[in-house]
């Protein structure tokens, strides 16, 4: 069985910032494209980036310019950075793989637990 844990996520005023982490862990080959996703009270989940393993991105247009998806592929990783976060940035940020794949064994759309991001003063 393999897993995704979430870390970084709190409580930070308007226009700080945050980095937030995606851990695989379990019996792990090869992670296709990984992604991080949110979702507001009240919202849909909706995309936040995207990024493959060859390090291609996409990012929603809310967020461009202001957070940077990464990942390290030899620790099975993936980082969000966020900046100048803004009040509508506030939600329950969650990691994506696509595909995860061991020997003969492949896990489709695995979801991590979510990590609450809030920005107040």
């Known amino acids: 069985q393999v897993q995704l844990v979430e870390f970084g996520g709190g409580l930070v005023q308007p226009g700080g910032s945050l980095r937030l982490s995606c851990a695989a862990s379990g019996s792990i080959g090869a992670i296709a494209t990984m992604g991080w996703y949110r979702q507001a009270p009240g919202k849909q989940r909706e995309l936040v980036a995207t990024i493959t393993s060859g390090g291609s991105t996409i990012y929603a247009d809310s967020v461009k310019g202001r957070f940077t998806i990464s990942r390290d592929n030899a620790k099975n990783t993936m980082y969000l950075q966020m900046n100048n976060l803004k009040t509508e940035d506030t939600a329950v940020y969650y990691c994506?793989?696509?595909?995860?794949?061991?020997?003969?064994?492949?896990?489709?759309?695995?979801w991590g637990q979510g990590t609450q991001v809030t920005v107040s003063s």
């Open positions: 994506k793989a696509d595909r995860i794949t061991w020997g003969w064994t492949t896990y489709n759309n695995v």
